[in-house]
């Protein structure tokens, strides 16, 4: 082999080299650049569970927040504890007067917490489809257990919790009833009113299974 071959043979092979260093450098640089992705939204899909397990405590106990009380009218605590009072007697018989009273807290109150548990669910609602976007991301880059996030569990309580708003507002709204028909006829006997009673006796029903049934998986949820 002559000079001018070994010569060309070993700038061949600097240049394979060279080509072999740059490839694993850039390949050592891209999995630390992807490293860095998935470690940030692992880190961002923490923080939105933070956020989805408080929204799913507060809905669960019936609360809200600063935005329920920027957009559902305020029921004041005396105005509030009056009416429960009044609701609570109202099987039992309230007098023309206290019918009145009742039905005038009921433009204030009755109507609130159906209101916050709207406002709840829609932000609950936001926010798991928000973590469900980021985990399908995270997903794509690899390594990731989904599983774990349990977005199907999250899913099966904003149903459960959109059974127990409009339970409630159908409770409420059967309520309502019960007391324009006593205002009317103040007679707990007529059939309108037994009817009326048994409705809402069955609504209380379901939303007493319904709401035991979103309380243990709400629980597990915010445990895992």
């Keep these: 082999m002559t000079e001018t ?3 060309q043979y070993t700038f061949i092979g600097g240049i394979v080299l060279g080509i072999l260093v740059i490839y694993f450098l850039s390949t050592a640089i891209s999995d630390k650049k992807l ?3 998935k470690i ?12 989805v397990k408080e929204l799913a405590s507060i809905t ?3 609360g809200g927040n600063e935005l329920t009380e920027a957009v559902v009218p305020k029921c004041p605590i005396e105005t509030r504890q009056k009416f429960d009072s009044l609701l609570s007697s109202l099987d039992k018989g309230l007098t023309k007067i206290e019918l009145t009273e009742l039905n005038s807290l009921f433009n204030q109150c009755g109507y609130v917490f159906v209101g916050q548990r709207t406002v709840m669910l829609s932000q609950l609602q936001r926010e798991i489809e928000i973590v469900e976007q980021m985990v399908l991301q995270r997903s794509i880059l690899g390594d ?3 599983v774990a996030v349990d977005i199907s569990g999250w899913k099966e309580l904003v149903s459960l919790e959109k059974s127990i708003r409009d339970e409630f507002e159908s409770l409420v709204t059967v309520q309502r009833q019960i007391i324009l028909s006593l205002l009317q006829t103040n007679d707990l006997r007529s059939k309108e009113i ?6 809402a006796s069955n609504i209380k029903g379901k939303l007493i299974v319904v709401t035991e049934k979103a309380s243990t ?8």
């Design 5 to 7: 071959t070994k010569r």
């Design 35 to 37: 490293n860095s992705v």
């Design 40 to 51: 940030l939204l692992d880190n961002e899909i923490e923080n939105q569970l933070i956020l």
């Design 60 to 62: 669960g106990r019936g």
């Design 144 to 146: 990731f257990d989904e």
């Design 194 to 199: 037994i009817e009326l009673r048994d409705k």
């Design 217 to 224: 998986i709400r629980s597990n949820l915010i445990e895992a």
